[in-house]
């Protein structure tokens, strides 16, 4: 459920009207729902309550300062994969001691700037990131939290680009390692051993990876316990799916359904890191219609909203739903079929490449210049992997809340293009 809706065919985020925001703060423009936010993480705390876990909004999927403050107050905490993630939690008001710290690649730096933070624990993910945090940790004479990453070697059946629990992708260390690498650990008194760590990708639409995920690392940890390690945390990772076609994504339940119980049978502690399943329906991308043409026997709608914007499906041939915020045909509830009184066209950006595009062959009523369309899911890996290709400014984003909203990330300004730059 998300709180974007259609009255009298004209698209309402909350109770505010999205052509009303677009007018007031222009487009491209990114539109996220409180309540939706608030929505999606209470559904995770309410479905794992029996577990008390903690739950890490994962910054990366949306890192604006104005929807971790959201995430902040709703009682979550956060997964952070670097030192300007961990300080933006921080700007966000958060606890330190409840986020955990991912990432293949964290410098001394990084680490050092975490140890100094207090966080939960580091995910570690290569030996010789061990060493590293040892020696930072030494250095600072503290003892590191860890929990290691381990590579189950299961296949989570998402796009190539996003999974990464298969044996031969670049993160965590093999399994059948565990008990070396705990051995490890315990040996040195720079670090202490929290548990173990498991990130399957993203997005899953099944239940299936994580039942397998969940029963490899309860074996791992009860052969760690025999060996006489006291390992309580199992952190799962992210990876829920949700809604992007039509209603195929499963409720928070349903994965804790096949989590929680083992989980409980085995008294670990449970983290969890979910970022699109909680910002991914929360946001949409308002934008409008430059110029529509035929050409080559097909229609295209040229909006400004572009790949620097949202590269989601020039990167991983991502499907989002589009719909015009004026609709004369009410949204269908297949996306991907014939819609009668529409006809199929390519929705693209004004950017120089062939990839910038939103949809193609996408079915949509009749559209001409300056109507407004929204892009919807578009919260999550959105604003958050957009960059400033073509010389765009990055576009306002705006947080709605009941009949209420604020800008929490204005406009760039051409300024702001060459702001960094010196000659
Ligand atoms: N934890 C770890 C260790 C991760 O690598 C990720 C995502 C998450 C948690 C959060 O996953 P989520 O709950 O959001 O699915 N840019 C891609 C997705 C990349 C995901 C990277 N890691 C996309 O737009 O689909």
Known sequence: MDHFNYRDRELFCEDVPVARLAEEYGTPLWVYSTRTLRHHLRQIQTAFADVDPVICY?????????????????GSSFDVVSGGELYRVQQAGADTTKVVFAGVGKT??????????????FNVESEAE?????E?????????????????????????????GKKGNKFGMDIERAAFLADK???????????????LGSPILTTEPYAAAVAKGVEVVEQLRRKGHDTRWINLGGGFGIHYRKQEALPAAAYAAVIVPAIKAAGCRLALEPGRFIVGNSGILVSRVIYTKREGGKLFIIQ????????????????????????????PEDFEAEIAGCEPADVVGPICESGDYLAKGRWL?????????????AGAYGMA??????????????????????????????????AHERF
Not at 192 to 199: D, E, K, S, Y
Not at 304 to 331: E, K, S, T
């Open 130 to 134: 061990l060493d590293a945090i040892a």
């Open 365 to 377: 009523p009749p559209l001409a210049r300056q109507d407004l369309i929204s892009t919807f899911s």
């Open 385 to 418: 992997m957009s960059s400033n290709y073509n010389s765009r400014p990055r576009a306002a984003e705006v947080l709605v809340d009941g009949a209420g909203h604020h800008l929490i990330r204005r406009r760039e300004t051409y300024d702001d293009l060459i």
């Open 108 to 121: 001394d730096a990084e680490i050092r700037q975490a140890l100094e933070n207090q966080v939960l624990m």
């Open 136 to 164: 930072v940790a030494g250095a600072l004479s503290v003892a590191a939290p860890v929990a290691l990453r381990l590579n189950p070697d299961i296949d989570a059946k998402t796009h190539a680009k996003t999974t990464t």
């Open 185 to 199: 650990v315990l040996a040195d008194k720079r670090l202490v051993l929290r548990g173990i760590h498991m990130h």
């Open 304 to 331: 400004d909203a572009a790949m620097n914007d949202l590269v989601r499906p020039a990167m991983y041939d991502a499907f989002h739903r589009i719909w015009p915020v004026h609709a004369a045909v009410a949204p």
């Open 58 to 74: 994962s910054v990366k999927a949306n890192s604006n300062l104005g929807i971790l403050k959201v995430m902040q107050e709703a």
